[in-house]
């Protein structure tokens, strides 16, 4: 299934799915924030180092198949598949947006 995901969403799945750390890193605000696997990266340093070394660790595909709202957070539903322990999981990616650059960015099980 395809969903329209909004600008700034789009343009981080495109990134990731480059396996661009620089390219993710601008999809945010100077001082946003990612909380993934139980750890918090603040700022785009922290961030586009995040992806840098998950990019590395792991190869993996995202197929996002699922948007809701979930009070100003954005929730957006993927599935994963790679060469990563669990592999293929659906995990929900959610995202608050600061007009189009993204502010927050949380990904769960």
Not at 1 to 6: D, K, S, V
Not at 24 to 45: N, P, Q
Not at 65 to 87: E, I, W
């Amino acid at each position: 299934m395809t969903i329209e995901l909004p600008t700034a969403i789009a343009a981080y799945f495109d990134a990731d799915s480059n396996s661009s750390a620089e390219d993710v890193s601008r999809c945010f605000i100077e001082t946003a924030f990612v909380k993934d696997e139980g750890k918090t990266y603040l700022g785009r340093d922290e961030i586009r180092n995040w992806k840098s070394r998950s990019s590395k660790e792991h190869k993996y595909t995202v197929e996002p198949f699922d948007l809701a709202k979930d009070g100003k957070r954005t929730v957006v539903t993927s599935h994963l598949t790679g060469n990563f322990p669990g592999s293929p999981v659906d995990l929900r990616y959610f995202l608050v947006l600061d007009g189009d650059p993204i502010q927050e960015l949380e990904i769960t099980l």
